[in-house]
């Protein structure tokens, strides 16, 4: 795990200056703590902050083939490695290190683009090949890491973090406005655009190339539903996933360092769990984290539940409010971009928590997206069945839905009520302007006019319109999993995930998101994903009697967190402060009464927490990075 960052001249000519490349590392020294290195060669220059986790002594980069016409910079993990190295050892390639690293060096001379067909695990590299004059960037399949760039016409530059791109003058820090609506539409950023303009993310499962001038960016993988029939029964497909976690567990903990576990609670962090104390003697150490106050669901007794019985070294940290509220500066000078997540800030403190112990984490991430563990993919699929049900009396269906929406505690249901006429694209288009969203009417009186006039609404939602295109002619459950793993996976969970715990300088690894465990879920029969009432049915029936029954019935929490209560009450008078404060009003995006509305209503309880915290975020970031 590091950092990595660098720039290319598009003319062949311009010298790169090594003096940038070390500004743009100091910008992400917390990547990589443990040294750093830089390649200089006219036109390119490639930088690396090194978090060493394997072969500590010799895996320093950028690393080079023999005779030195191909150099690369990496972050990640290739959890295949040890059997590439042996398969190019064979084909006489000589390796002088150890590392993963040098894998791919290697690996590219071999097969070129193509090596990437054959990597399992999560990186972002840099491979600069000398002979042909030309720069690969590459990300992971499903976004594990980051990888930003901007192509100013004149150079390219890149990076794992915005901030390494901001240290040279060819990137600015100026406001998308129409990245700023599709965040407020999704509460995310869905697709390669950031909040920045002219910077970009490379998105999952692409690759870059630049040579001879020219920038071209093409996908290489995708995510496919393929029913397999050699499934012919339950515990067929059962006993196969139970030999795949445990396999992929066993490779996502190979490491020169210790090697810790995140603990939620719930079903899927507690299988990672499980798999590891059948692989490993020794002591494994688990973390997790709680909070102050009463009124919502505690994961703690779950998380010390499943410590004990696979006898780990348990730690928890307990966050307070002003605690959660002291580190919203530095949540969002790591993310760069605004955020609709308060987890963040926990995972933040747990993995601080941890780095005193060790230096990589395993999580559950990724589970739900790959099995259907999502209340949401239960719920469409029961209406689903209820409109076919239905039929002719599809319009009274949905007039029942909708006089449930009048009573408070059938809101929830009611909320279902436009998917009946409009179906699921709807939902999907956007999290917060849909039928579904308390946040749809109030967003038209927030913008200011101006604003309006620089914002185009329908082209925030293209990008889940080009998906749903992908898999228009697949079955419901199908879509849904491809949506959530093609834009909040990545842009929401996954990029949380890596600044929250690189800003602590630790590496975090997520087993449910090897490539090959995700094709095996999307083989797998939909009544093996979610069945009726139950999600994640075979991931459930596969650990039942290997994890504490308590976890595996407990009703699905996510990771909860007070945010509603604290908005409401102990952070209410910095929110108001900071949300109506003269600079956010004059940055004119927001009216200030269309802000008043909104806050009010959150103090009435109204399902606004996600809506107001964006902006706070959003807020807080502004000032840093514009203002600043």
């Known amino acids: 795990m590091c950092g990595i960052c660098g720039k290319l001249q598009l003319d062949g000519e311009t010298r790169v200056e090594p003096e940038l490349l070390e500004r743009m590392m100091g910008t992400i020294s917390h990547r990589g703590p443990d040294g750093r290195g830089n390649y200089v060669s006219g036109p390119v220059g490639l930088g690396h902050t090194r978090l060493a986790i394997i072969d500590l002594n010799t895996g320093a980069q950028p690393i080079s083939n023999e005779d030195k016409t191909v150099w690369v910079v990496y972050n990640g993990e290739i959890y295949n490695f040890q ?116 910077i970009y993310k490379l998105e999952p499962g692409f690759f870059l190339i630049a040579s001879k001038g020219n920038v071209k960016v093409q996908q290489y993988w995708d995510l496919r539903f393929k029913l397999d029939d050699h499934w012919k029964s339950m515990d067929e497909a059962s006993e196969a996933l139970y030999d795949l976690v445990k396999k992929t567990v066993r490779e996502h903990m190979i490491s020169d360092v210790p090697v810790g576990f995140l603990l939620s609670g719930g079903v899927d962090s507690t299988v990672v769990l499980s798999c590891a104390a059948t692989e490993t003697s020794k002591r494994i150490s688990t973390f997790t984290v709680g909070f102050d106050g009463e009124g919502f669901v505690d994961e703690r007794p779950f998380a010390r539940l499943a410590a004990k019985r696979f006898g780990t070294e348990h730690h928890e940290i307990t966050i307070t409010p002003q605690e959660f509220w002291d580190f919203l500066p530095s949540l969002v000078r790591h993310m760069e971009e605004p955020v609709c997540d308060p987890p963040a800030v926990s995972l933040h403190y747990v993995s601080k928590l941890a780095r005193r112990h060790v230096k990589v984490l395993l999580s559950g991430e990724g589970g739900d997206e790959a099995f259907g563990g999502y209340h949401t993919y239960r719920n469409f699929m029961l209406l689903e069945r209820l409109k076919s049900m239905a039929g002719p009396l599809t319009g009274a269906l949905s007039a029942v839905f909708n006089g449930a929406a009048r009573f408070p505690r059938l809101r929830k249901i009611g909320q279902f009520a436009p998917y009946i006429k409009t179906g699921l694209p709807d939902y999907y288009y956007s999290r917060t302007a849909s039928p579904f969203s308390f946040f749809n009417p109030i967003k038209e009186g927030l913008y200011t006019h101006s604003f309006c ?33 093609k834009t909040s996976l990545p842009d929401d969970l996954l990029i949380k995930a890596d600044k929250m715990t690189m800003a602590n300088s630790m590496e975090l690894r997520v087993p449910f998101l090897d490539h090959k465990l995700l094709e095996f879920a999307a083989s797998l029969p939909l009544s093996y994903r979610v069945n009726k009432f139950t999600t994640k049915r075979i991931l459930k029936e596969t650990f039942r009697d290997r994890i504490p029954g308590e976890i595996i019935q407990r009703k699905k929490a996510g990771f909860p967190i007070p945010i509603k209560r604290w908005l409401q009450k102990e952070l209410r008078d910095q929110v108001y402060q900071v949300l109506l404060s003269r600079k956010c009003l004059e940055r004119g995006y927001f009216r200030k009464e269309g802000i008043e509305k909104l806050l009010a209503l959150g103090d009435q309880g109204q399902p606004l927490t996600k809506e107001i915290f964006s902006l706070l975020t959003l807020e807080l970031l502004l000032a840093q990075f514009v203002d600043q």
């Open 453 to 485: 006039a620089m914002v185009n609404q329908k082209r925030s939602t293209e990008v889940i319109r080009n998906l749903f295109g992908n898999v228009r002619d697949e079955p419901l459950l199908n879509q849904m999993q491809y949506i959530d793993t």
């Open 83 to 198: 059997e590439l190295r042996e398969e190019l050892l064979r084909k006489g390639h000589v390796f002088r290190t150890t590392t993963d690293t040098e894998v791919i060096v290697h690996l590219y001379e071999e097969y070129g683009v193509e090596c990437l067909s054959r990597l399992r695990g999560m990186f972002a590299f840099a491979l600069w090949d000398e002979k042909l004059r030309s720069l690969l960037l590459a990300r992971d399949r499903v976004g594990i890491k980051p990888l930003y760039y901007a192509d100013s016409g004149k150079a390219l530059i890149f990076g794992s973090e915005i901030k390494a791109l901001l240290a040279d003058s060819d990137a600015r820090c100026q406001v998308d406005p129409q990245s700023l609506d599709k965040f407020l539409t999704h509460l995310c950023l869905p697709g390669k655009e950031t909040l920045w303009k002219g």
